[in-house]
């Protein structure tokens, strides 16, 4: 058993915060650089222009990337062999983002749903927890800012619609979102699973690096395609009219019930932020 | 691309109506934030009958709850917000004389139509810019709602803020007509 202090987890926590919505990361960047040649549109390449210059000067001028820091959206994979001493694990995770935020000059977020009033302090995080073989504690923080999140489906298709019938909505949804999830987009797609897993499912297809494909050959040919109808779409950067809507479509599935066949869409916008670091 | 339009605040009815969707420009002088729960209150305050803190004629409202300032900045990184959510309220704050707002995504047809009516413009500025465009910002002070914490309504000073028309007075719009032309 390998004794880990919740002190060391509030302090990664409040790092990855910070570091997160600094610093776009090097397959962001290569992506923006790629998209830009790529770009027809004159307002489209200035676009890319923009975000490019915009990551420069977050880094250099240590800045947020974008004002919406996000909900904190925290993954850990504990180590089963990891005992975690001196306080409360979510509350340590909690008190990481309470400082990083603070110290981060990051915006807080997070609100009542009825009232609105602000929590002032971006508490409390999206904990995710999934317990693995080992003996560390992997953290991955993924800030999720609100104009994205709200183009998010699950749907609870039938199995007769197939492939073709996730394809289909995808694209369709994509088309509906337009310029409000701020293009150029991630496209993470979740099949498979029940209600609530499918939709997790979508969300960690967004933390694949880009550039990386599905390792199941179907699924990466299903991203392929996706992508090339996606930017068919002529949405392209800001919703302004292009051929880059989508940097990357993620695929990821999991078994489902026999009656059902699960799908969710989790839309990234190009200030796609996710951090890790292993205690 | 033509070269981009300088506009100062406030706006008259002539300076919007030259505005084409496509066009950039550059705008210099005080504009408004206010988001959500701001456009809330000062809905409702008109509902009421009472006067708003702020005098919105001729005024540009800014779709953004800005990231707190460092030290030594004006203010924080502060790229636009998703507008739809402001639907609800934009017609009633053209009645009373907003000229100009600035978000990001798309209008509904009853906002289009009241920019018709009543001579105003929407502008989108580049979402996720935040860092880049928080350097046309001089000066932020908040004028109301600080209780609202990022959603207060602030008073900004810009200089050469950059965005683009995507509705004009005539009702056109160039999220349509952008897809439309690169669409295949």
Redesign the interface.
């Known amino acids: 058993m390998r004794e880990v202090n919740a002190k060391q987890i509030t302090e990664v926590v409040r790092k990855l915060c910070i570091d997160s919505n600094l610093y776009l990361g090097e397959d962001v960047l290569k992506a923006l650089d790629e998209g830009e040649k790529k770009e027809?549109?004159?307002?489209g390449k200035?676009?890319f222009q923009?975000?490019k210059?915009?990551a420069r000067?977050?880094r250099e001028?240590?800045?947020?990337?974008?004002?919406?820091?996000g909900l904190a959206v925290v993954f850990v994979e504990l180590g089963q062999e990891v005992h975690v001493v001196g306080a409360d694990f979510n509350a340590a995770i909690n008190e990481g983002v309470r400082q990083g935020y603070k110290d981060g000059?990051?915006?807080?977020?997070s609100c009542h749903p009825f009232a609105?009033t602000?929590t002032?302090d971006n508490t409390p995080a999206i904990i995710h927890l999934s317990m693995v073989p080992g003996e560390k504690v992997k953290i991955t923080l993924a800030p999720k800012g609100?104009?994205s999140e709200?183009m998010s489906m699950v749907a609870m298709l039938s199995p007769s619609e197939g492939i073709e019938g996730v394809k289909n909505r995808v694209v369709e949804w994509v088309k509906q979102s337009?310029?409000?999830p701020?293009p150029p987009i991630v496209v993470g797609v979740g099949v498979g699973g029940t209600f609530e897993e499918v939709a997790l499912t979508a969300k960690k297809a967004l933390l694949r690096p880009l550039g990386q494909k599905n390792p199941d050959p179907q699924l990466a040919a299903m991203e392929e395609e996706l992508l090339t109808r996606v930017n068919?779409?002529?949405?392209?950067p800001?919703?302004?009219?292009?051929?880059i809507t989508a940097l990357a479509v993620h695929v990821e599935m999991i078994p489902c019930h026999i009656a059902s066949f699960p799908m969710a869409v989790n839309i990234n916008?190009?200030?796609h932020r996710h951090k890790e670091a292993v205690i | 691309m033509s070269e981009p339009i300088r506009l100062k605040t406030p706006l008259k009815d002539a300076d919007v109506e030259k505005l084409k969707a496509g066009d950039k420009v550059l705008i210099t002088g005080v504009i408004y934030t206010g988001r959500d729960a701001a456009h809330k209150r000062l809905f409702d305050l008109l509902k009421e009958g009472k006067p708003l803190p702020v005098d919105l004629k001729g005024q540009i409202i800014y779709y953004v709850g800005p990231a707190p300032a460092k030290p030594g900045h004006a203010i924080g990184s502060a790229g636009p917000t998703t507008s739809g959510r402001m639907d609800a309220y934009s017609p009633r704050l053209m009645e009373i004389g907003l000229k100009g707002m600035i978000g990001k995504g798309m209008r509904k047809k009853e906002v289009i139509e009241a920019m018709k009516k009543y001579k105003a413009v929407y502008l989108a500025a580049t979402g996720g810019a935040a860092a880049l465009i928080a350097k046309s910002v001089k000066k932020a002070d908040i004028v109301a709602y600080e209780d609202l914490g990022p959603e207060a309504i602030n008073r900004l000073e810009v200089v050469d803020f950059p965005a683009i028309v995507v509705n004009d007075t005539k009702g056109n719009d160039l999220y349509q007509q952008g897809m439309a032309k690169y669409a295949r």
């Open positions: 027809e549109s004159p307002v200035e676009v923009q975000l210059e915009n000067i977050a001028e240590q800045v947020a990337i974008c004002q919406d820091t000059y990051l915006r807080k977020s609105r602000n002032k609100g104009g709200n337009g310029s409000n701020c068919n779409l002529g949405i392209g800001q919703g302004l009219g292009g051929r916008c190009h200030a």
